[in-house]
């Protein structure tokens, strides 16, 4: 990591903004207020784990014109200030009376004019990081000025990726998929699945992920539950499906993909219903193109789901990835997100064997002109054996 | 961890609602509405890293009487249906149309009568974790029913831990314990910061941590800059302060410490420091007691360094914590929260050594009847050295 802060040169980061600032103008927004670890390391390049304590609120403000203003506790002045922007205004944070709400409104007065909009994501996959009694307090401060919805600006910006940052999340996936090439090593019949995520954990770090923000999977016979809870302590036997999902990061980019194994022998309706998944993605790869909806991607996978007699288990079946773990758009029949060139996604197709026993099937993509490339090294067609 | 859910027996998290519906109570609410994974967490025992996906809002409902009810995404069906709470809805998300927030108005109207005060916190450390503009719909869905500020009942209950909770920490902090007793083997003159932080990563999962939601720290020559900043790729060298802070997690309960390590020979002014944040926490230990307000501990702390001559650092010496890395209070000259028996706090005494040195020394406690019981091993009164 570049000296731990700012991971590409300002060029980068100016060029978002002015791409912010573009969207901004169409939705006649005189400023963009961001609250969320994602949205202010887009913007400044700040990356740091501290925002995993909840006490204090972080600010930036993008102004129509020229670069964005950072309004944070004094305990980040030190890092923001190895960043590329140069307005940092702290406080003394946290502070019960008054924790920056003051001297936000004072930034937004001075840079918004009196008639003027500011916009905070409000949509779907939006937070507002913020105390809800502060954000009240914030909007009698600077009224007449109006906050209004500004998700439309993030989305569109945020959304299409530059190489530099597909760069990022290709090295990432390298990461998960060495750590992956690992996993039959300490994955073996006895072991129990918390141990088994324990180790995935080590491999990640080991093959090079600064952090393990997200390990999910599962292991039953024929197949899994689900795909969310914490490890169970059972050990692996023979006939498990061992399932392992990983958002590791490097340089503040993710990856999402997982990886299945059959712990011993496992039954043919598991080996069908992995190469229904793995035909259903390479279908994806081969047809989608910029300009289809995300709506289209889920249609063309469930499709050679049922064209290969296996019953997809619903749900989202791919979303966006980058600085989180999962951004918009969601691979469902309801989004009609247009996916763009330089959009990096997953495809995720997941088929059900009986009512209780999935199987899921991840890849990462970038979305090019003439069709995905894959940045997650393509699973093998067969799922692999874990023998004795 | 206990089938991959719920933590503790059901009798523990039955307690909890009781403690929140007293407090509800007394403040007139008819229901509480949370958001957050803690707090959810702390209601149900619904334990999973999936939360790191921003895509989806999860609500529980805690009425003024019986049970709590979950509102949540049909991918957490599973898990919630394991844990205590009986009452679980589910819908389809993300839904780019209604994400839950009809299921959320019905359930809320069916809970609270037409005059009710629906409570949701929104005061200091607090989020909202849905979007906004959801929010806005939801409160004129379930007009008139009001929402109003519901963090001094969620506050007033978690503050105080249970000794089942208790013990968690301390197991945490066990884990870290023994991590921080590696260090000396990979902290080596010469291997880089970034290194480090990985190598202090894998010994906390190989001790027995289910996973590791916040590594900072520190290495420079006579102490460090900031303690916030991503590692560093500069490697270690004599006459550096090494200082690692961990909040790593076991069955959902964090711990917070940190430990200084010498790397080679430093100077008599970080010996000095180091006896002062030493002897401020030993004062602090023995005179603390429960009646004290937050910011008398500060006062305790500060005063203390004053005495051994030493200049602190400023900011804020201490916090809550258990089940998110910091909880309220803060160990501030402005929080007059009272300490109480059963609290769970860091000792975080800093000093400054140059304009651009600081030294931050941190322990665990719980406050007994009789002042503080530590949860961390007490670190070593001199500071260890790492030699070649």
Same mark, same amino acid.
């Given at each position: 990591m570049p000296d731990g802060s700012l991971i590409f040169p300002a %060029?980068e980061y100016q060029?978002r903004v ?15 207020l961001l609250t969320t670890p994602a949205d202010v390391f887009y913007a400044t390049g700040f990356l740091t784990r501290f925002w995993?304590s909840?006490?204090r609120p972080w600010f930036v403000v993008v102004p129509?014109?020229g670069d964005p203003v950072a309004v944070i506790p004094n305990i980040g002045a030190e890092l923001m200030g190895r960043c590329w922007i140069s307005d940092i205004r702290t406080w003394d944070a ?6 920056g709400?003051?001297l936000l409104?004072?930034t ?21 990081r ?19 919805? /500004?998700? %439309? ?54 093959? /090079? ?37 990983? /958002? %590791?990061?490097?340089?503040g ?37 910029? /300009? ?97």
């Amino acid at each position: 990591m570049p000296d731990g802060s700012l991971i590409f040169p300002a %060029a980068e980061y100016q060029r978002r903004v002015r791409a912010l600032q573009g969207e901004m103008s169409q939705h006649h927004l005189d400023a963009l207020l961001l609250t969320t670890p994602a949205d202010v390391f887009y913007a400044t390049g700040f990356l740091t784990r501290f925002w995993e304590s909840p006490a204090r609120p972080w600010f930036v403000v993008v102004p129509s014109n020229g670069d964005p203003v950072a309004v944070i506790p004094n305990i980040g002045a030190e890092l923001m200030g190895r960043c590329w922007i140069s307005d940092i205004r702290t406080w003394d944070a946290p502070d019960p009376v008054d924790d920056g709400v003051s001297l936000l409104a004072d930034t937004l007065i001075s840079i918004v004019p009196n008639t003027g909009r500011i916009g905070v994501p409000m949509g779907q996959e939006s937070q507002l990081r913020m105390p809800l009694a502060d954000f009240t307090r914030l909007q009698d401060r600077i009224a007449p000025r109006k906050i209004t919805d /500004g998700t %439309a600006a993030i989305h569109r910006s945020r959304e299409v990726k530059s190489e530099a940052e597909i760069d990022k999340i290709r090295a990432t996936c390298a990461i998960a998929d060495a750590a992956f090439a690992n996993v039959p090593e300490f994955a073996r019949q006895g072991v129990p699945l918390s141990q088994v995520f324990r180790n995935f954990q080590v491999a990640l770090l080991q093959e /090079g992920a600064d952090w393990v923000s997200y390990v999910a999977g599962g292991a039953d016979q024929g197949g899994y539950g689900d795909v969310i809870s914490p490890a169970h302590e059972r050990p692996l036997r023979d006939g498990d499906v061992l399932m392992l999902d990983t /958002g %590791a990061v490097r340089d503040g980019y993710f990856c999402d993909f997982d990886r299945n194994f059959a712990i011993g022998r496992v039954g043919d309706d598991v080996h069908r219903a992995h190469a229904a998944l793995y035909v259903a993605t390479d279908t994806a790869l081969s047809s989608l193109r910029p /300009g289809m909806l995300a709506c289209d991607l889920h249609r063309i996978m469930t499709d050679e789901l049922t064209r290969q007699g296996a019953v997809s288990c619903g749900g989202r079946l791919g979303h966006g990835l980058g600085i989180t773990l999962t951004e918009w758009p969601s691979v469902t029949p309801l989004d009609t997100t247009e996916l763009r060139e330089g959009m990096v996604l997953t495809l995720e197709p997941g088929v059900q064997i009986t009512p209780n026993r999935i199987l899921v099937h991840e890849e990462n993509i970038v979305l090019r002109a003439d069709g995905p490339e894959l940045l997650s090294p393509r699973a093998p067609a067969e799922m692999p054996e874990i023998r004795e």
